[in-house]
């Protein structure tokens, strides 16, 4: 038998889902299923002699390791819940969002593929973006480049992976369980997407970004891609969709895309790339990793919860629902008859008002609501809540956006991947 052609077994197309579709159960195993024993020795980073007799099924002992060292990315983390941790995924506790600036301690993790090398070096050194496709004049850029021949712009925006709040849906959908944890609200540095793409010289065909960063495959194939998503033109050339290279004052951490990345608040996370080297303008939807299928996909039509929607009548998730969180108290917190509460909303424009209720929605009062600080900043919140006796209540919150959109008291329009869920947040307390 030929040592690079030997296979373990094939893992089925439900076993090869990775991303937000991962399944939590066995996602480890799902992937080794499906992994040769080239892509192995690929990610052990060393050859393995006998390889040919590593019987069907049974996982080298040694990459145990190996997967360990994607969560050394991790060292910096502090509270957060390791939904997996190959690919290393990670959301925060709702009262550890109380910042109003997220902390990259506290920013949750979304990765599909392996953590790249410059991750862990921190040496940029020799990395480049490149801009080509629909363009006049195709670019390849140092970080000087940017730094330089820019305007550097410093913005405090939103963060939200489109699976966030997956875990309420029902009937449930495979992937991460995000409960309400998958979004943050770093402030960020870099330079303007469309600065960039104008100084490409966008064309009339241009129709659709296709972004791509270096973090290899799970299945350590360098011909696959992790994920490679994109955004209409329209949204690329937004004012408010960065290329960073900073966040929260210093470099980006390694596991948030050092030494560049995308923000494009308002979208799914999906299409804020991390570790950035090139983007491609199309003339056509982007048909990269991740774009087609189920993935990042909705239902064309409003369907009904367990429904097998036809791959055909899926189509592109693009912005995110207005949401809101409450920060503190934390859930299960002893309060007294009158207490405050706070916390952040966020919508795809402007969040208008914010409201409370300890009826169990009954009766909602408006809490007071800040100015973003820029567009796709998150919005903080405060209202005093007296209670009327002592006992069990819950602290419903709800946001309303500038177009009169609000959120549901139960989960929105069920989908098969479970995305876009903006139900309203509730936290628990007992009064004394
Ligand atoms: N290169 C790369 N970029 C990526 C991803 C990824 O796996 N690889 N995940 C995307 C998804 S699905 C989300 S929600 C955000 C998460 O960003 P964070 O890990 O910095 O919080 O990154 C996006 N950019
Ligand atoms: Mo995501």
Redesign the pocket.
């Known amino acids: 038998m030929d040592f690079e052609d030997k296979q373990l077994p094939v893992a089925s197309d439900e076993d090869q889902r990775s ?2 579709e991962t399944p939590v159960e066995g996602g480890r195993r799902a992937f080794l299923k499906g992994t040769s024993l080239a892509a192995l020795t690929a990610m052990m980073g060393v050859g393995i002699p006998f390889g040919r007799y590593l019987p069907e099924g049974y996982q080298p002992v040694g990459l145990a390791h190996a997967q360990g060292v994607d969560m050394e990315a991790m060292a910096d983390k502090d509270g957060v819940t390791i939904l997996n941790e190959r ?1 290393v995924n990670a959301e925060t506790p709702a009262h550890l969002l109380d910042d109003n600036i997220t902390p990259a301690s506290r ?7 392996m953590v790249p090398e410059q991750a862990f070096t921190m040496d940029a050194s020799g990395w480049t973006l490149t801009v080509d496709g629909e363009v006049e004049t195709p670019l390849t850029l140092t970080l000087d480049d940017l730094r330089n021949n820019y305007e550097v712009v410093t913005r405090q925006l939103i ?1 939200e ?2 699976g966030n709040g997956r875990a309420f849906f029902n009937p449930g959908a495979s992937g991460n369980q995000w409960t309400t944890g ?1 979004i ?1 609200c770093p402030e960020w540095t870099g330079v303007r997407l469309r600065d960039v793409l104008n100084s490409a010289g966008v064309r009339p065909s241009a129709v659709y970004t296709a972004h791509y ?1 270096n ?1 290899p495959h799970l299945s350590g194939d360098p011909e696959k891609e ?2 490679s998503r994109g955004v209409p033109i329209e949204k690329a050339l937004e004012e408010d969709s960065l290329i960073a290279f900073g966040m929260n004052g210093g470099d980006l951490p390694g ?3 050092f030494p560049l ?1 995308l923000v494009v608040p308002g979208y ?3 299409a ?4 950035l080297d090139r983007i491609w303008v199309r003339d056509q939807v982007h048909d990269g990793a991740k774009m087609g299928g189920y993935s990042y996909r909705l239902p064309a039509y409003p369907v009904a919860p367990g429904t097998e929607v036809p791959e055909e009548d899926m189509v592109i998730m693009d912005t995110m629902p207005v949401k809101s969180l409450i920060t503190n108290p934390a859930t299960g917190t002893q309060v007294d008859r009158a207490f405050s509460v706070r916390g952040h909303a966020w919508a795809d424009g402007e969040v208008e008002a914010v409201e409370t209720s300890i009826d169990f929605g009954q009766t909602w009062q408006p809490a007071s609501l800040g100015a973003p600080r820029n567009r796709f900043a998150w919005q903080h919140f405060t209202a005093s809540i007296t209670v009327p006796q002592a006992g069990y209540y819950e602290v419903w919150v709800r946001a309303t956006d500038d177009q009169g959109r609000t959120q549901p008291p139960t989960t929105p329009g069920w989908n098969p991947r479970g995305y876009g869920n903006n139900m309203i947040h509730r936290i628990a307390v007992v009064a004394a």
């Open positions: 991303v937000d690919p920013l949750f993790v979304r990765n599909n593929g963060l992976c489109g998958a943050g960063g973090d992790s994920i596991i948030h895309g990345r799914p996370g999906s804020s790339q991390k570790w």
